[in-house]
Each structure stands twice: as C-alpha cells, then as structure tokens.
C-alpha cells in the first residue's frame, strides 16, 4: 500500500475508540476491546488499526507510561497519529510523550487535572496542532489563562484577512 493509498484510507477511518471502558493504565489497552462504531475499522495485513485517531475519553488515567509502544501496537502507522481524546481524565501533566506525535493536529485535554499553565508550552513544538482543548483543568484559574471567545476568533480572522496575503493562482494556457 502506498503512503497515499494509505493517508487517503487512514483520513476517512473512524477512531479507534476505548472512551468509557474504565481505563487506569495504557498498557490495559492491548488487552481492552475498543467500542465498536457506526463503520467498522480497517486493519492491515499484521492486525493494526489504520486509523488517525485515538479515543481515550472518560476513563481515569493520571499518566502516560507507556504510550509510545502501547500506541505501536494498537497502530500500523502511529507516526499518523492525528487526533488523541485524552478528556475526562485524571492527568495532572501533559506527558512529553505526545510531543513526539508531528502529525498531531487535535488533542483534547479537558476536564483533567493539569495545574500548571507552563505545561501547555510543551505542545510548541507540534507544527499541525491546530486544536486544544484544556477548559475543566485546575489552570482555568492561573492567572494569564484565557480561554478563546467567539469574537476572538472573528478578531483573528479579520487580522489574517488584512495581514496574509493569498496564494496566486496561476493559470495554465493552452499553447496550440
């Protein structure tokens, strides 16, 4: 299978989803049976998941120990990770071990127990985070904690709006 065969599969796979199942370590994952969804997921030929996202909502893990070689297990192509669910949890950090994920570009940390709003900076190093969620946390109520508005949104958007400049498009013409 190709890389693109495979993006284009992995894109439209549902999550492979172990939210609710009581959870307390990662490694409880290997022999833990994810919830089944509306669409089945699809395994390669070795048994892994072809999936992007892990669920691993509503459970009650306070760390990561593990992650890495749990997540390599469950997944044929982990470096593809792009959506972790780690909500609901009892994390009071946020392990270094998902900055390891370059193509993670949704990670959902809310209603945790991170304290520390410098625990946040961690995820600097994510080129593709494009969401995070961190409301619910203890850090709600550090000082310089904002959460962001609608009208923040609208405010950044008028400001790329004036401040990119759009991509030219060239148009080909047809030499007879």
């Known amino acids: 299978m190709s890389k693109q065969d495979y ?9 492979l989803d172990y939210s609710f199942r009581s959870i307390h370590v990662i490694q409880d994952l290997t022999s833990e049976e994810p919830r089944r969804g ?4 699809r395994h390669s030929k070795s048994g892994k998941s072809l999936t992007q996202s892990l669920w691993l909502n509503n459970n009650v893990l306070n760390d990561l ?9 469950l ?14 949890n009892d994390l009071t950090s946020i392990d270094p071990v998902l900055t390891t994920f370059f193509n993670l570009s949704v990670l959902y940390l809310h209603g945790n127990s991170i304290q520390r709003l410098g625990e946040v900076n961690k995820l600097a190093v994510l080129p593709r985070l494009r969401s995070l969620t ?12 904002s959460g962001v508005t609608k009208a923040d949104r609208t405010t950044a958007e008028v400001w790329k709006r004036m401040n990119i400049k759009p991509k030219k ?6 030499t007879l």
């Open 7 to 15: 993006m284009n599969i992995a894109v439209q796979e549902p999550p």
């Open 38 to 41: 509306l669409r089945p997921l």
């Open 65 to 73: 120990k593990d992650f890495s070689h749990v997540v390599s297990q």
């Open 75 to 88: 997944l044929e192509h982990p470096e593809k990770l792009a959506w972790i669910d780690l909500s609901f």
């Open 134 to 145: 961190l409301h619910g946390n203890p850090i709600e109520e550090e000082k310089g904690y």
């Open 169 to 174: 498009v060239r148009i080909k013409q047809n």
